[in-house]
């Protein structure tokens, strides 16, 4: 669970499937939950909230980029505005390109 939200900008990535699965986790039987990026370890409670929070991110970002789009933004200028990363870390190319190829998505 990065800081920035949920990843699934490559050619591979489902959003659907990306919600689904992080709604299974809720439903593991498990006093202690680890995750592989940041925080780590979270319990229960912790975790169910943390993951209703993670996986908000993903409407927060369809509703940014629909606004974006009927004010006029082009795809160009929608790269530049980071709704993935943060618009500074823009400046790296590879996080450009998953930028771009997330607002694809």
């Known amino acids: 669970m990065t800081y920035f939200g949920p990843w699934y900008n490559g050619t591979d990535g489902n959003i659907e499937d990306f919600i689904a699965s992080g709604k299974r986790l809720l439903t593991l039987d498990a006093d202690t939950y680890i995750t592989g990026h940041q925080r780590g370890i979270f319990s229960k409670q912790e975790f169910k909230q943390a993951m209703e929070q993670f996986l908000a991110i993903i409407e927060k970002r369809d509703e940014t980029i629909e606004q974006n789009v009927r004010q006029g933004l082009t795809f160009e200028e ?28």
């Open 78 to 105: 929608l790269t530049k505005i980071g709704i993935f990363y943060p618009r500074k870390s823009l400046e790296k190319n590879l996080l450009l390109t998953w930028e771009r190829s997330g607002i694809h998505s």
